[in-house]
């Protein structure tokens, strides 16, 4: 059954790209795909959905290594500018079961709740290059490095520039992105 719900969101990215609620409350009904895949519509519901998104997390990073070479060979990605930044999701309730929710600085003024940070690095031209979520309570600077060795331990060393908030230069980030055949311009800061 899985494996069919995968389906049925790739299915639904080329038909009718939406959120996984829609598809479970909209799309498919709308369609034949219940006639097709032999799934009845009460069968597709949000949670199902969701949870075959958790076997795809196990390859996470074979698939951010493949789009990073499948989109470079059709847009001509250069890959030779990187941005970088962070943002935090909150969770209402206690979130036990999960050890990243912790307390930290809260984006979204909920200092109550417990929250996650996620982090993504996209080219210059919008595409997403990779992402890694972090405890709630970890500051931004200190994901520079895991951020930073992790991309080039999927898509190797080169030439490139790292371009991120001001809120995430430290002396010990400033000698990481300028060393190792990274570039060393670091520019002018600009305020937020």
């Known amino acids: 059954m899985e494996c069919n719900c995968r389906g049925i969101g790739v299915i639904s990215r080329f038909c009718e790209p939406s959120s996984k609620l829609h598809i ?19 069968d597709i519901y949000d949670n199902r959905l969701y949870r075959a998104l958790d076997e795809l997390i196990q390859h996470k990073d074979a698939v951010q290594k493949y789009l990073k070479k499948r989109l470079g060979e059709l847009f001509r990605i250069k890959y030779d500018i990187l941005l970088y930044d962070v943002t935090s999701t909150y969770f209402e309730g206690k979130a036990e079961s999960n050890p990243q ?5 809260s984006r979204d003024s909920r200092p109550d709740c417990k929250q996650a940070c996620i982090s993504l690095v996209v080219t210059k031209e919008g595409i ?16 520079v490095e895991t951020i930073v060795n992790k991309m080039e331990a999927l898509n190797g060393e080169s030439d490139r520039a790292w371009i991120m908030d001001r809120c995430m230069v430290s002396q010990a980030n400033l000698k990481l992105v300028g060393s190792e055949g990274r570039r060393r311009n670091y520019g002018k800061l600009i305020p937020n």
């Open 24 to 42: 479970a409350e909209h799309f498919y009904r709308s369609t034949a795909l219940s006639d097709l895949l032999g799934i009845p519509d009460e």
């Open 128 to 143: 997403p290059l990779g992402y890694e979520v972090f405890e709630g309570n970890k500051h931004d600077p200190k994901t």
């Open 101 to 105: 929710a912790q307390r930290g600085y």
